[in-house]
């Protein structure tokens, strides 16, 4: 009986490989007949400050942008110190044309832009008063000026250089630049005293408590040195 159950176990072997390969066989065939799956898009996703409170809303959230220009005649002169000075200015399209009308055409816009600062320290007439002229752009509306004089009292006009006179289109108001040095106008109930007169006066040191300021010194500083007493 051996010999037949080794043949029948060979047999069922075989049963089994070929079952397992039919199997195998009609499972590849379904995965090939079935349609292929949607390719998932991948969409950008931004990381963000979490707050349990809103962004505040602006208050002019709603509001237009601001122009530019108005188009409307406007000119400030500023003192910015002793030496310097800051000037803004507009020039309306009305107040060019009424005062472009008066010459020829060419001649007026190819007339550069220029501004002029009086120095009427010495005397309000404009005709009479020293002045700075400096050519300016057509589309420039404000400028820095260096190298003025303190105490002093100026004016600032904008106009065009025509070949025989400069047409002034816009003028200032009267600025005064403050001093570089105290005034000699001195309070009588403030008069100075003679015996400090010209003398420097030394720093008191220090300027904290007397207690803290000993405990301060005493430590050393941030940048390796140490404190003296």
């Known amino acids: 009986m051996l010999p037949w159950f080794n043949i029948g176990l060979f047999a069922l072997a075989l049963l089994m490989i070929a079952i397992t390969f039919t199997l195998v066989y009609s499972w590849f065939q379904r995965q090939s ?6 390719v998932k898009k ?10 349990p409170f809103p962004s505040p809303r602006r208050f002019d959230a709603e509001l237009p942008p601001l122009r530019h220009r ?24 009305e107040q060019e044309e009424a005062a472009a009308s008066a010459y020829h ?29 400096i050519d300016v752009p057509d589309n420039a509306d404000h400028w820095f000026i260096q190298g003025v004089m303190p105490a002093h009292r100026y004016r600032l006009a904008v106009g065009r250089l025509l070949p025989d006179r400069f047409v002034i289109l816009l003028l200032s108001d009267v600025i005064e630049t403050p001093a570089a040095a105290p005034s000699s106008v ?37 940048t390796g040195g140490a404190a003296h007493d």
């Open 105 to 133: 055409p060419e001649e007026w816009w190819k007339a550069p832009r220029q501004i002029r600062l009086y120095d009427i320290t010495e005397n309000a007439e404009l005709e009479q008063a020293p002045f700075l002229e």
């Open 33 to 38: 007949r079935r349609p292929p799956l949607p």
């Open 42 to 51: 991948i969409y950008e996703e931004y990381a963000g400050e979490l707050s």
């Open 186 to 222: 001195i309070d009588p109930n403030w008069p100075p005293i003679p015996e400090l007169q010209g003398q420097a006066v030394p720093m008191v040191m220090p300027t904290s408590p007397a207690g803290a300021w000993t405990i301060i010194s005493h430590k050393p500083l941030l």
């Open 70 to 93: 108005v188009d409307e005649d406007a000119i400030s002169l500023l003192p910015r110190s002793p030496h310097s000075l800051y000037t803004y200015w507009e020039v309306s399209g």
